[in-house]
């Protein structure tokens, strides 16, 4: 008999208003699967608010607390000062955002609790705009997206600027552990979310989350969109734990992006130049990742060291101190 490597408990249950095909509900439900029961999850303004937490119901086993679209980072370290008084050590501490609430308007929030070394997970499910409230752009909309605010038409070819990179904003903070996910891929999802769970100290994930009504797909087609997303290099699946990078999906060459971008209505009015363009752009950040795998293998992992705090470079539950390891 195969060993199930997803654990079967559900934390997310039916009756919730996600719409057909929404990667973010698929998102939430393996996360805490991975995460279990001693969870509280802090929810800005979202998707996800209106569907999971219509008053007075929840779809959620957990503990969970709506928060303004900004504060999300500032909540998380509320809730794990609250915890950490109450002598709460072993409940997961997890801010939910979409990209608005963590790349855009979420952003100084998201900072602050990274600098501040807050010992919690944030998790950004990226549909790439501000969906629920009628498919704006954010920053983490891709170059050339239709939205509502970046049209086609006129001298207008959809959005000008290219997508943020909210990976690299995160690094720049130096947390314990950043990962990109994609629930296309539930068994790397689920590894990655568990490993976060073992760690202390600050962590991010930024998981891909395609949205059929925001990128003009039917919906059945999610999980093959996800897949493509990864496979041809546009978002790929990778880890950073103290500073080591490590791609967790090597697929031998990439796809060529055109199977992915002409799939959705968002892009459909790109050209072949444009299409050249991103094909380009892809292919220099895989490469650039590439490198910073291979650069970073041969450095001396700054976790074996502890820094001042309870938290920093350390295993849940550990005392810390200020000595080096071995």
């Given at each position: 008999m195969a060993k199930l490597t997803i654990p079967a408990e559900e934390l997310m249950y039916p009756g919730h208003a996600a719409c057909p095909g929404c990667a973010p509900a698929l998102t939430m439900r393996l996360l805490l699967k991975a995460l279990g029961p001693r969870t509280v999850v802090s929810i800005p303004a979202c998707c996800w608010t209106v569907i999971a937490t219509s008053y007075p119901t929840t779809a959620l086993g957990v503990a969970v607390l709506d928060n303004p679209i900004e504060a999300t980072g500032a909540s998380v370290s509320g809730l794990r000062a609250a915890a950490d008084a109450l002598g709460l050590k072993d409940v997961n501490v997890v801010g939910f955002a979409?990209?608005?609430?963590?790349?855009?308007?979420?952003?100084?929030?998201?900072?602050?609790?990274?600098?501040?070394?807050?010992?919690?997970?944030?998790?950004?499910?990226?549909?790439?705009?501000?969906?629920?409230?009628?498919?704006?752009?954010?920053?983490?909309?891709?170059?050339?997206?239709?939205?509502?605010?970046?049209?086609?038409?006129?001298?207008?070819?959809?959005?000008?600027?290219?997508?943020?990179?909210?990976?690299?904003?995160?690094?720049?903070?130096?947390?314990?552990?950043?990962?990109?996910?994609?629930?296309?891929?539930p068994e790397d999802f689920v590894r990655k979310a568990e490993k976060a769970r073992s760690l202390a100290g600050p962590r991010f994930l930024h998981a891909l989350t395609p949205c059929p009504p925001g990128w003009k797909y039917s919906s059945e087609e999610t999980i093959r969109l996800g897949r493509l997303a990864t496979d041809s290099g546009i978002f790929p699946l990778f880890e950073v734990e103290n500073g080591i990078y490590r791609i967790t999906r090597k697929g031998g060459a990439l796809k060529p992006v055109d199977e992915y971008l002409r799939a959705q209505g968002r892009f459909r009015h790109l050209g072949d130049d444009?299409?050249?363009?991103?094909?380009?752009?892809?292919?220099?950040?895989?490469?650039?990742?590439?490198?910073?795998?291979?650069?970073?293998?041969?450095?001396?992992?700054?976790?074996?060291?502890?820094?001042?705090?309870?938290?920093?470079?350390?295993?849940?539950?550990?005392?810390?101190?200020?000595?080096?390891?071995?």
């Open positions: 979409g990209d608005g609430g963590t790349a855009d308007i979420g952003l100084q929030a998201l900072s602050g609790m990274l600098e501040r070394r807050t010992n919690a997970i944030f998790v950004m499910y990226d549909n790439e705009g501000y969906m629920n409230t009628g498919v704006q752009r954010s920053g983490a909309t891709p170059l050339g997206a239709w939205t509502t605010t970046t049209p086609v038409g006129g001298s207008s070819g959809g959005k000008p600027e290219p997508k943020k990179d909210i990976m690299g904003i995160v690094l720049a903070h130096h947390p314990i552990y950043a990962a990109t996910l994609n629930p296309s891929f444009d299409v050249r363009r991103i094909q380009e752009d892809v292919r220099f950040r895989w490469e650039r990742l590439l490198r910073l795998e291979a650069e970073s293998a041969n450095l001396v992992n700054p976790g074996s060291l502890r820094f001042p705090g309870p938290w920093i470079g350390e295993r849940a539950g550990i005392t810390g101190t200020l000595e080096a390891d071995g």
